[in-house]
T-cell receptor
Framework: RKEVEQDPGPFNVPEGATVAFNCTYSNSASQSFFWYRQDCRKEPKLLMSVYSSGNEDGRFTAQLNRASQYISLLIRDSKLSDSATYLC??????????FGSGTQLTVLP | DVKVTQSSRYLVKRTGEKVFLECVQDMDHENMFWYRQDPGLGLRLIYF???????EKGDIPEGYSVSREKKERFSLILESASTNQTSMYLCASSFRGGDMAKLFFGSGTQLSVL
């Protein structure tokens, strides 16, 4: 079983839709969680951290459920520019960063 | 602006060649990383360095070595390249402190070993 699992997708949604991705992690000692975004043929870039109480950044909302060991990312009012692969990351330390394989999102006009 | 620079965007090498991948960061970060990214497997850590001349093996260190002689530079070495090392290689850096898991990546080197 992978340490961090994501639905690979692809998710194809129309502009303006709301889309949600989930990610599960197996290491209960993980302390920090993040979502990274990776555009086609580009490097991953940090999208947002995930806090226990949940956090929002504009159209993006991240949630953490420690009891069930999953994190989620919600994107509201999807834009064409949101098309990318979204990587879930769990961390116990710098050495113990574990990346999911990514969920591919395509926002259609 | 934060910058992690990898020396080559594309490389083509022959089996058995010694390959050097260079990475330089200008953010004074203590931590530097080498990952490889393959379809369906995600990012896998090859080596990690938390200080000059310090290194730790990651999840897949076999066939690789690293060098960190200066804080800003972290090199990945393939001693004898093999076809199964064809991959996208990504260098990253981060601070040692509370933001250690916030990585800044270089633009990657797509290595093909023929």
């Amino acid at each position: 079983r992978k340490e961090v699992e994501q639905d690979p997708g692809p998710f194809n949604v129309p502009e303006g839709a709301t889309v949600a991705f989930n990610c599960t992690y197996s290491n209960s000692a993980s302390q920090s969680f993040f979502w990274y975004r990776q555009d086609c043929r580009k490097e991953p870039k940090l999208l947002m951290s995930v806090y226990s109480s949940g956090n929002e950044d504009g159209r993006f909302t991240a949630q953490l459920n420690r009891a069930s060991q999953y994190i989620s990312l919600l994107i509201r009012d999807s834009k064409l520019s949101d098309s990318a692969t979204y990587l879930c990351v769990a961390s116990g330390s710098a050495r113990q960063l574990t990346f999911g394989s990514g969920t591919q999102l395509t926002v259609l006009p | 602006d934060v910058k992690v620079t990898q020396s080559s965007r594309y490389l083509v090498k022959r089996t058995g060649e010694k390959v050097f991948l260079e990475c330089v960061q200008d953010m004074d970060h203590e931590n530097m990383f080498w990952y490889r990214q393959d379809p369906g497997l995600g990012l896998r850590l090859i080596y990690f360095s938390y200080d000059v001349k310090m290194k730790e093996k990651g999840d897949i260190p076999e066939g690789y070595s690293v060098s960190r002689e200066k804080k800003e530079r972290f090199s990945l070495i393939l001693e004898s390249a093999s076809t199964n090392q064809t991959s996208m290689y990504l260098c990253a850096s981060s601070f040692r402190g509370g933001d250690m898991a916030k990585l800044f990546f270089g633009s990657g080197t797509q290595l093909s070993v023929l």
